[in-house]
């Protein structure tokens, strides 16, 4: 059983920063895929960010891509989404997830929430105008 808790979320002005954190129990496998999903209220749960634990793969969704970034502290068994230039329709709760136990080529948006099989309780992120 992995536990992942998420933690940084908070409300922000528009074109502010946030940095997301998720530790994980454990250990973080050089093999996982981990992710940052995010859902907000009447809309599907999409996919932001990708990072092999190892770090070989990673992947951003168009949507953030160029003004988030995402990374890893192996040592601390957490995982870190930095969120720049927020916008209001960044306004979600985000999820971290990791697909333990599932190994794939590579670590990028192709790998849908289906696949993630250990997930956080989420963390408000909202983004005022």
């Known amino acids: 059983q992995v536990e992942l808790v998420e933690s940084g979320g908070g409300s922000v002005q528009a074109g502010g920063s946030l940095r997301l954190s998720c530790a994980v129990s454990?250990?973080?496998?050089?093999?996982?895929?981990m992710a940052w999903f995010r859902q907000a209220p009447g809309k599907e749960r999409e996919g932001v960010a990708w990072l092999r634990a190892g770090g070989d793969s990673s992947d951003y969704a168009d949507s953030v891509k160029g003004r988030s970034a995402i990374s890893r502290d192996n040592a601390k068994n957490t995982l870190y989404l930095e969120m720049n230039t927020l916008k209001p329709e960044d306004t979600a709760m985000y999820y971290c997830a990791t697909s333990r136990g599932k190994i794939f080529p590579r670590c990028s948006r192709s790998i849908g929430y289906l696949n993630f099989r250990y997930w956080g309780q989420g963390t408000q992120v909202t983004v005022s105008s």
């Open positions: 454990g250990f973080m496998d050089n093999w996982d895929c």
